[in-house]
């Protein structure tokens, strides 16, 4: 088996907790995350799912270094992404994507479900070669 393309180990983000007096007082922290651990291997896609609240977009903001993890690891193929800058950190978000989903956004009501589907492979340059056009137009009607 070959080893994980993306793994967490340990991760926390806790954001603290503060009094609007002047001056800001911290009295205590929100564990947004608190000890999630995961591995991605080649060839998997990973689908998080929970209640509101519970850490899912926090969690995908870390992993995009969009937020500085309090503690824990994140490994991108061996490496670890927390000292990633400039053309390193622009490559490492081309290789790794999120997708957030708004169930209320996520289906335009304006498109058929055969159109939604088709529309990311159309601009897959793989799937130009195999799919003719007939066959795009059959799925978007």
Excluded at 78 to 103: H, S, T
């Amino acid at each position: 088996m070959s080893p994980p393309l993306l793994e967490v180990e340990g991760l926390t983000k806790h954001f603290p907790v503060t009094i609007a007096l002047f001056p800001r007082r911290k009295i205590g922290w929100v564990k947004a995350v608190d000890g999630v651990d995961f591995a991605v291997y080649p060839g998997e896609t990973l689908g998080v799912i929970g209640e509101s609240g519970c850490g899912k977009t926090t969690t995908s903001k870390l992993i995009l270094l969009q937020e500085a993890p309090t503690g824990g690891a994140i490994r991108f193929d061996g490496k670890d992404i927390a000292a990633l800058a400039g053309p390193e950190l622009m490559r490492y978000r081309r290789e790794v994507q999120v997708v957030f989903q708004d169930p209320y956004s996520s289906l335009s009501p304006r498109m058929r479900v055969g159109e939604i589907i088709a529309e990311p492979l159309k601009y897959t340059p793989l799937c130009h070669a195999l799919i003719s056009r007939s066959a795009w137009r059959r799925c978007s009607t």
